[in-house]
């Protein structure tokens, strides 16, 4: 279990918003990209939000050709409690990965847009990369983009369904803290489970035009180890609906983990048959603009069809409101499995107050209580000597710190 939380949280840390909101969000980069410090409304925080994600943030800027380096720099100081052990430390990433890229895309005349995406994470504390095993870890990718024809894709890169498990959540599924993606764990559920909410290798995504307020997103990645198994790692089907106020999807995915240990969804047992197992999920999200705040919710359910394997439910809440300059955020989150008494919630709390656009000062306090048959984690590093709770322990985990994106 701990050899799959440390893979977890190396696979899971903070998605580009670029990818996350690009999923369903294309029809409002025009009014999220206007104005500084807005009124507050759902369009105002992602206008903010997007900054540092770079060029296509939202999707192609249709009519341009360009090429641009664009980054994120995020260090703070936490103090974490594990379950009665604690540790303080500098810690890169707590509100956006520490990374840098390149955007760059063509028009190719007749609306069709070549575009390209590389990023790579580090740790600002120490010099670092995030990844030992990929240098473009967070996002590798060429695609072809038509407001007529749609949008198809190919490389490691985030499907539908991961996008919007980033974008539903207030903190963005953040690493570090987010109690959104410490409740998606599944190492716990049984032999073969794996779920695929990160950046998936060897991928195809195509995105359909929208309908009106509708679009569709269809995902398929193969495993780069095809010895044991079915050759798929993934296989989703995304389906949105995107206004002004109100953005909703619904995911159906399947996945096998992977036999090749630097894969985006490793085996964590063995490689003999693990790698035939699938694990099916669904993922329901909704974000809607209230006017005094924008609220969100998801629900995610796992499901390894393994004999004798559990499933679990996580359901998260959200609201994040902008005043001035203050960005205040706040989640619960609840996770419940079939197996008696392997059940957690918690919380997580932040404001990020903005010196400009591209520079900040945030602060996060989170918090997470497992049941007496869970050892779920939170704002785990496997860059430190960070404790991992005993089963039935809670975590809590405090961080101040500055973010500038470039």
């Known amino acids: 279990m701990e050899n799959d939380l440390r893979r977890r949280m190396k696979h899971l840390q903070l998605a580009t918003l670029a990818a996350a909101l690009s999923a369903c969000l294309t029809p409002l980069a025009a009014q999220a990209a206007a104005g500084a410090f807005g009124a507050g409304s759902m369009q105002?925080?992602?206008?903010?939000?997007?900054?540092?994600?770079?060029?296509?943030?939202?999707?192609?800027?249709?009519?341009?050709?360009?090429?641009?380096?664009?980054?994120?720099?995020?260090?703070?100081?936490?103090?974490?409690?594990?379950g009665g052990k604690t540790v303080a430390r500098v810690e890169s990433g707590n509100e956006y990965a520490s990374k840098w890229g390149?955007?760059?895309?063509?028009?190719?005349?007749?609306?069709?847009?070549?575009?390209?995406?590389?990023?790579?994470?580090?740790?600002?504390?120490?010099?670092?990369v995030q990844s030992q095993t990929s240098f473009f870890n967070r996002a590798s990718y060429i695609g072809l983009d038509s407001p007529t024809w749609g949008t198809l894709s190919f490389g490691r890169q985030l499907s539908g369904e991961s996008s919007m498990a980033i974008?539903?959540?207030?903190?963005?599924?953040?690493?570090?803290?987010?109690?959104?993606?410490?409740?998606?764990?599944?190492?716990?559920?049984?032999?073969?489970?794996?779920?695929?909410?990160?950046?998936?290798?060897?991928?195809?995504?195509?995105?359909?035009?929208?309908?009106?307020?509708?679009?569709?997103?269809?995902?398929?990645a193969?495993?780069?180890?095809?010895?044991?198994?079915?050759?798929?790692?993934?296989?989703?089907?995304?389906?949105?609906?995107?206004?002004?106020?109100?953005?909703?999807?619904?995911?159906?995915?399947?996945?096998?983990?992977?036999?090749?240990p630097s894969s985006s969804t490793p085996c964590l047992q063995n490689t003999t048959s693990e790698p035939s197992v699938r694990t099916d999920n669904v993922l329901l999200s909704y974000l809607h603009d209230f006017g005094a705040f924008t609220g969100a919710a998801?629900?995610?359910?796992?499901?390894?069809?393994?004999?004798?394997?559990?499933?679990?439910?996580?359901?998260?809440?959200?609201?994040e409101k902008l005043i001035g300059r203050n960005l205040l955020r706040a989640s619960v989150g609840y996770r419940d499995t079939t197996q008696a008494g392997n059940y957690a919630w918690g919380a997580t709390l932040g404001e990020?107050?903005?010196?400009?656009?591209?520079?900040?000062?945030?602060?996060?306090?989170?918090?997470l209580k497992n049941g007496p048959k869970s050892a779920q984690i939170y704002n785990y590093d496997t860059t430190d000597?960070?404790?991992?709770?005993?089963?039935g322990k809670s975590v809590v985990s405090t961080t101040i710190g500055v973010l500038h994106n470039f």
Not at 49 to 56: C, F, H, R, S
Not at 204 to 217: D, E, M, R, V
Request: glycine share 10%.
């Open 44 to 82: 105002d925080i992602f206008a903010l939000e997007g900054v540092g994600g770079g060029p296509g943030v939202f999707g192609v800027v249709r009519g341009q050709s360009m090429v641009s380096l664009y980054g994120s720099m995020d260090v703070g100081l936490d103090y974490s409690n594990a």
């Open 102 to 128: 390149i955007y760059g895309q063509e028009q190719l005349g007749n609306q069709w847009t070549a575009f390209f995406r590389l990023e790579s994470a580090f740790n600002l504390n120490n010099g670092s």
């Open 167 to 220: 974008g539903s959540d207030v903190f963005l599924a953040n690493g570090h803290q987010s109690i959104s993606a410490f409740l998606s764990g599944y190492a716990d559920l049984g032999y073969g489970s794996n779920v695929a909410l990160s950046r998936i290798n060897n991928s195809i995504s195509y995105y359909t035009p929208y309908f009106g307020p509708f679009s569709a997103n269809f995902f398929y």
């Open 222 to 260: 193969l495993k780069s180890n095809q010895a044991v198994g079915p050759k798929t790692q993934n296989a989703s089907v995304t389906l949105s609906y995107a206004t002004r106020q109100n953005v909703a999807t619904a995911s159906y995915s399947q996945t096998y983990c992977d036999a090749d």
């Open 298 to 319: 998801s629900y995610l359910w796992n499901h390894p069809r393994y004999a004798g394997d559990h499933s679990s439910q996580t359901f998260v809440l959200g609201a």
């Open 352 to 367: 990020d107050y903005f010196l400009s656009r591209r520079t900040s000062l945030y602060a996060r306090f989170g918090f």
């Open 385 to 391: 000597a960070y404790p991992s709770p005993a089963m």
